[in-house]
């Protein structure tokens, strides 16, 4: 850095006088020493008054500015090289969960961080999740989006979804019963599997033969949920109806009906805490909905 600096007078000045700080002198060095000939003197003065204003962050910006002025074809070839660095491993562990790691250039990241946002939308007054949770959860949304809007290309000559065998004994909470299977996961809860089977479709197999396969909620009785619940029922959530499955208060596996008096609208993030997590709703006298912790 020192012999860097040599060939800079006025950052090695700047940063002797305490005006620029160690980081903000490393990243001029590091721009002098990538454009060669093309940063002059000007060049540095540019950079060590930004230095005296800004924080190292915002100078990285007024950086790449000033190299694609001087550089553009370098700085295409850049964004080229950072472009064919792309990767994203989705790999599970030995315990079920998936790990994801990835590489993704500027335009890339964007995209994926725009879309995220927007998932994401604004913090409610009851949500408690990091914000490393709600981008894992807004991740998963977006997935789950693509595959209900069956645009998304065929595989094996059906639309993509998610598929779960599960035995009846299951999907009814039977002492003894065995576990769900999650294709292209481990296998999954009980409770899990009867969240999913709230709001999907059914195909029963009867001594190895695949019966017809229904809708647990029949398009027209989700339109006439979604015109009288207009989104998420949990109180204070304002998710819309596209967000939302459509929860039987009592369990068709356990009897309950698929009528429009046994079901509501809940989100995604609703949904689990009502199975996976033990929360309880009751209906008031009003159809208002009280959600009761565990």
Known sequence: MSRKLVALPQTEQALADGDISYRHA?????????????????AETILVDTSKEVDPWRLQRAIWHLKHCLDADGVLSDANKANSRRFLHLSQTFDGVYRIDGWLDPEGGAVLNTALDSVMGPRLADDDRSAAERRADAAVEMARRQLDGGQLPEVGGQKPHLAVSVDMSTLSKEPGSMAAELEWSQPIPAETARRLACDAAITPIIDGEADHTTRVVPGATRRALIARDKGCRFPGCDCPPAWTDAHHIKHWADGGS??????ILLCRRHHRLVHEEGWTLELAPDRELVAIPP
């Open 258 to 263: 698929t009528t429009l008096d046994n079901l």
């Open 26 to 42: 490393t990243l001029i060095a590091e721009t002098a020493s990538q454009l060669g000939d093309k940063f002059q003197a000007q």
